[in-house]
């Protein structure tokens, strides 16, 4: 169902006043193409400290809503499922904060749901929408080995779920993006630390492509650090997340040239080996970065799904795909913890 580009603008509510829900109710205020016309959590408090902001309504379930289009859920996990079920069946275009649901049972039925009510169903990984990834769309990077980094101290933000699904899930869907492959096999081990739920993980993904992925996760770090490597046949890719830098490192005039004879006991006398690298064998390039806030991109995205009534740049397939990885490492996490008790 696709809205009128040239109608009046659309009508928008945040579901969930807590951090991500206040910080796009901000960038829906901001963005001309949406009238944010409600704020809806159950402390009812909350909502109206942040309705009060942008002068929309506040309410506290979701029988007080007024008409709208489309909505953004940012509520705890155990709670996208029957939010956005009940706002589907109104016609209403969703974005679901990450991950998609609790289960994947939930995932199934949400995008069942979103195709028989012809609405879009988008999810919220935002690190689609990060600088360094877009930056990586002129390249053709086919990766054959990718590690990714995700470390912060605890938020206190998603307690309900572990390190997997409140972290690790970005870059699961970063990675299931970047290889286009299924998923063959899961190795991982994980913990709890503070909670019931895993703090620290580490997954070995295996894909059908023979792509492999290393990804680890940790929510009782004493630092912030956002980061993934990778490599190709024809590149070496290093991205930061958080600082919003990246680097391709290929082949450099010497080798592209051929005739370098990497044997060469004269090579093997150069006094600076690693300046002669980086001039010779190697071409260093910084990506170039253009500064976006992910998530004003990610919501722009999603407006422009409703307008045209295209698919969303992360679907709820995509979403899905993501959770039931992000499910499969669980489960291969709990089991080598249960086999080390045995």
Do not use: W
């Not at 959590?41 to 008409?67: F, K, M, N, T, W």
């Not at 275009?93 to 749901?113: D, Y």
């Not at 010497?254 to 980086?278: C, K, V």
């Amino acid at each position: 169902m696709a809205v009128d580009a040239m109608s009046d603008s659309l009508r928008f509510a945040v579901i969930g006043a807590g951090h991500l829900g206040s910080i796009h109710a901000r960038i829906l205020h901001e963005n001309p193409r949406v009238q944010l016309k409600a704020i809806c959590d159950i402390d009812l408090a909350r909502s109206q400290e942040v309705a009060s902001l942008y002068g929309a309504l506040a309410c506290h379930d979701l029988d007080g809503l007024p008409d709208i289009d489309g909505a953004i859920i940012a509520t705890p996990t155990s709670h996208h499922c029957a939010v956005a079920s009940k706002l589907i069946s109104m016609g209403i275009h969703v974005l679901i904060e990450k991950p998609i649901a609790s289960t994947v049972g939930e995932a199934k039925t949400l995008c069942e749901l979103a195709r028989s009510h012809d609405v879009r169903l988008m999810v919220g990984h935002s690190e689609r929408f990060n600088p360094v990834i877009l930056a990586l769309k002129s390249y053709d990077l086919e990766p054959r080995f990718i590690d990714s980094q995700r470390v912060s101290p605890f938020s206190f933000r998603s307690a309900d779920i572990g390190v997997v699904l409140d972290m690790m899930i970005h870059d699961i869907d970063i990675i299931l993006h970047l290889t286009g492959s299924p998923v063959k096999a899961v190795h991982a081990v994980g913990v709890p630390v503070i909670g019931v739920n895993e703090d620290l993980a580490n997954a070995r993904l295996v894909f059908e492509n023979g792509a492999i992925a290393n990804a680890t996760a940790s929510r009782v770090a004493l630092k912030t650090e956002r980061l993934i490597r990778m490599f190709s046949r024809e590149m070496y890719v290093t991205l930061d997340f958080s600082k919003k830098v990246g680097r391709i490192i290929r082949r450099g005039k010497a080798l592209e040239e051929g005739g370098l004879d990497l044997t060469s006991p004269e090579l093997a006398r150069i006094t600076n080996p690693l300046e002669f690298m980086q001039k010779d064998l190697v071409r260093i390039e910084q990506l170039v970065i253009k500064d976006v806030e992910p998530l004003a991109a990610e919501d722009e995205a999603f407006i422009d799904s409703i307008v045209t009534g295209s698919d969303p740049v992360v679907t709820g397939e995509d979403g899905l795909r993501a959770l039931e990885t992000a499910r499969l490492i669980i489960d291969s996490a709990s089991q080598s913890l249960a086999d080390a008790d045995l």
